[in-house]
Nanobody, 137 residues
């Protein structure tokens, strides 16, 4: 059974930083793509960043939403099974419930990354429960 658990959320003042962690266990596929999404009440879930690889020893590719480019960094510690989202220069518009999602890197998802985009939420099978990020002005 694949389990996805997010942590690291909290409240921070505008201009501050937070690092979210996504711990994935029970994942046995060689390829992967992991994405961070965020959602505020009344709005659709928005892709923030993704990281993917066809398998061990292959290149890792990252993509970002335009709204976070230059401020957020996604990275992976494959040995520990943890995906990080480093968030700097936070502003109140970043306030949301942040979710981590994982799945195999299929041809379709790879094409999204190839265009610099993040696959839609509906393309991901494994999800965490979310961690709240609140940025105050």
């Amino acid at each position: 059974e694949v389990k996805v658990v997010e942590s690291g959320g909290g409240s921070v003042q505008a201009g501050g930083s937070l690092r979210l962690s996504c711990r994935i266990s029970g994942y046995t596929y060689s390829s992967y793509i992991v994405a961070w999404f965020r959602q505020v009440p009344g709005k659709e879930r928005e892709g923030v960043a993704s990281i993917g690889s066809p398998g061990v020893g292959s290149d890792v590719r990252t993509t970002y939403a335009d709204s976070v480019k230059g401020r957020f960094t996604i990275s992976a510690d494959s040995a520990k099974g943890i995906i990080y989202l480093e968030m700097d220069s936070l502003n109140p518009d970043d306030t949301a419930l942040y979710y981590c999602a994982a799945d195999r890197l299929t041809i379709g998802k790879d094409r999204y990354q190839g265009r610099g985009a993040i696959p839609p939420a509906s393309d991901f099978e494994f999800w965490g429960q979310g961690t709240q990020v609140t940025v105050t002005s």
